[in-house]
C-alpha cells in the first residue's frame, strides 16, 4: 500500500513514537505555539509544571489515525505539526466530519464526556502531536486556575467555532463556505502563516461533510466567490483577494 494511504484494517493504524517529552520548562516555555495552546498565561514555575504533563510526542503519517471511534480516552493531544480531520462514520460507511484541528489545537477532548472517543482523528498530512495524559491533566487543572482557566478558555472557543459555522436551516450555502474560508485564514494567521493565500489541506467533499453541503454546492460556492473577484483557486491553492466583500456576505446573515 502507498505510504499515506488509509488501510482497511483498524490494527495497523496506530501511533509512532518520535521522542520522549523534552525536560519540562523548555518543552512549553519555548514552544512557539503556546499563545495557543494550554501553557498561555503561566508563569515559569507553571510552564515547567505543564510541560511535564507531556508524555512524549507522537508522530501520525498521512491516512493515519490518531484514535478510533470506542477507544479508551486517555490522554488530549495538542497539535504540534500538521492537520487533521475529525469524524464519525455511519453503519453505510458515510463519513461526517466534525471538525479540523491544526496546530496549537486540542484533539480529543469529546472523550471527557464518558471516558471513550465518540469518534475517528485522521492525519490529513505528515503530523506531530503532544500526548497530554488525562490523569496529570485533571490534577494540574485543579491545582492551578490560570491553567484551568485556558482550558475552559479553548473549550469555549471551539464551541463557539461550530456554531458559527454549523448552522443549517439559518445560513445559505454561500454564506457557509465564506465563513469557513474566514476563519480558515484567521487561524492560520494567529499561527504566524499567511492568512490571504493558502493550501487547503481537505477535499471539497469534507468542507461540504463539515458544513452540512454536498461537494457539488461546496464547488459552486468556489466558482461563484472566483467570478466575483473574492477569491482565486487552483485545486488546493486558495488566495482571498476582497476579505471584506466575504466578511459583509457573512455578516448580513448572521444571527443577531
Not at 170 to 188: I, P, S, Y
Not at 224 to 246: C, H, M, N, S, Y
Request: proline share 6%; charged share 20%.
Amino acid at each position: 500500500m502507498p505510504r499515506g494511504a488509509p488501510s482497511n484494517n483498524a490494527g495497523t493504524m496506530h501511533l509512532i513514537p518520535i521522542l520522549p517529552a523534552e525536560p519540562a520548562s523548555p518543552a512549553c516555555a519555548a514552544c512557539s505555539l503556546r499563545a495557543l495552546c494550554l501553557p498561555l498565561g503561566l508563569s515559569d514555575q507553571e510552564l515547567a509544571l505543564a510541560g511535564s504533563m507531556v508524555a512524549q510526542r507522537q508522530a501520525v503519517a498521512r491516512g493515519d489515525t490518531l484514535f478510533r471511534h470506542h477507544d479508551p480516552f486517555r490522554a488530549v493531544f495538542a497539535v504540534r505539526t500538521g492537520f487533521f480531520k475529525t469524524r464519525t462514520l455511519g453503519r453505510a460507511g458515510q463519513e461526517w466530519i466534525t471538525g479540523f484541528r491544526m496546530a496549537g489545537d486540542l484533539v480529543g477532548l469529546e472523550g471527557l464526556a464518558d471516558e471513550h472517543h465518540v469518534g475517528d482523528a485522521v492525519a490529513l498530512e505528515d503530523s506531530q502531536v503532544c500526548v497530554i495524559p488525562y490523569p496529570p491533566l485533571m490534577a494540574l487543572l485543579r491545582d492551578m486556575p490560570a491553567l484551568q482557566r485556558q482550558f475552559h478558555r479553548l473549550l469555549g472557543r471551539e464551541i463557539a467555532r461550530d456554531q458559527t459555522l454549523r448552522l443549517p436551516g439559518r445560513l445559505r450555502a454561500d454564506t457557509r463556505v465564506a465563513a469557513f474560508l474566514l476563519d480558515l485564514a484567521e487561524r492560520l494567521q494567529s499561527r504566524g502563516f499567511s492568512g490571504s493565500s493558502f493550501v487547503l489541506r481537505m477535499t471539497r467533499a469534507e468542507i461540504g461533510s463539515y458544513l452540512g453541503l454536498t461537494l457539488e454546492t461546496v464547488s459552486r460556492a468556489f466558482s461563484a466567490f472566483q467570478a466575483r473577484g473574492w477569491i482565486e483557486v487552483k485545486q488546493r491553492d486558495v488566495r482571498l483577494l476582497d476579505t471584506p466583500a466575504l466578511q459583509q456576505a457573512v455578516q448580513a446573515e448572521m444571527p443577531c
